[in-house]
């Protein structure tokens, strides 16, 4: 059964202080692993995807990385305003459709 | 482009009677995923189609449930009768179908669902 986990379910932060979310993964076949931010009271936006392991995204202080059974969304010297729930979902070979983890809810402090 | 638009964005209702929630995709995206997110269980897939036509409603909870796609402009997800227990936020998406990196799927903003 294809399954995503995201660990640690929530975690606080100093401005400044970097960290990492951890999405572990089993799927017949990958076809994307995607990550989404999530404001209170709004839709998922998108953030990255990724195809291959070994493959990287990059956007100003994120950085995902992807491995053949889990990825791992690197936030750097973060910032009050990068506080949200951050979702990892898959995709499956021959489906359309995303299997989505229950998210990490991140608090950045000033 | 505007986006993903969703309406209403919150409904409150009685258990027993019925809600429509509605979805205008994206303009050209021809898939279209309703979803259900709730704090147990987070973000569920209910039901998706592929140019209008239901491609996998497994995630439907019960016959209570049930999802149409008219043409590629508007979807509409019905309860009826509702329940408390479906108390929730409903989220539409839509993607283009097709290889990387067409298959992203873009949400709305939501609607809130409270059955009293």
Not at chain 1, 2 to 31: I, W
Not at chain 2, 40 to 54: A, C, K, Q, S, T
Not at chain 2, 85 to 100: E, H, K
Not at chain 2, 109 to 115: C, E, H, N, P, W
Request: hydrophobic content about 30%; some cysteine.
């Amino acid at each position: 059964e294809d399954q995503v986990t995201q660990s640690p379910e929530a975690l606080r932060l100093q401005e400044g202080e970097s960290s990492s979310l951890n999405c572990s993964y089993t799927v017949s076949g990958l076809r994307g692993l995607f990550w989404y931010r999530q404001d209170p009271g709004k839709g998922p936006e998108f953030l990255f995807t990724l195809y291959s392991a070994g493959e990287e995204k990059e956007k100003e202080r994120l950085k995902a990385t992807l491995t053949k059974k889990e990825s791992f969304l690197h936030i750097t010297a973060p910032k009050p305003e990068d506080s949200a729930t951050y979702l990892c979902a898959v995709q499956a070979s021959g489906t359309y459709k995303y299997i989505f983890g229950t998210g990490t809810r991140l608090k950045v402090l000033a | 482009d505007a986006g993903v638009i969703q309406s209403p964005r919150h409904e409150v209702t009685e258990m027993g009677q019925e809600v429509t929630l509605r979805c205008k995709p994206i303009s050209g995206h021809n898939s279209l995923f309703w979803y259900r997110q709730t704090m147990m269980r987070g973000l569920e897939l209910l039901i998706y189609f592929n140019n209008n036509v239901p491609i996998d409603d497994s995630g439907m909870p019960e016959d209570r449930f049930s999802a149409k796609m008219p043409n590629a402009s508007f979807s509409t997800l019905k309860i009826q009768p509702s329940e408390p227990r479906d108390s929730a936020v409903y989220f539409c998406a839509s993607s283009s179908r097709g290889g990387p990196p067409q298959n992203i799927q873009y949400f709305g903003a939501g609607t809130r669902l409270s059955v009293l």
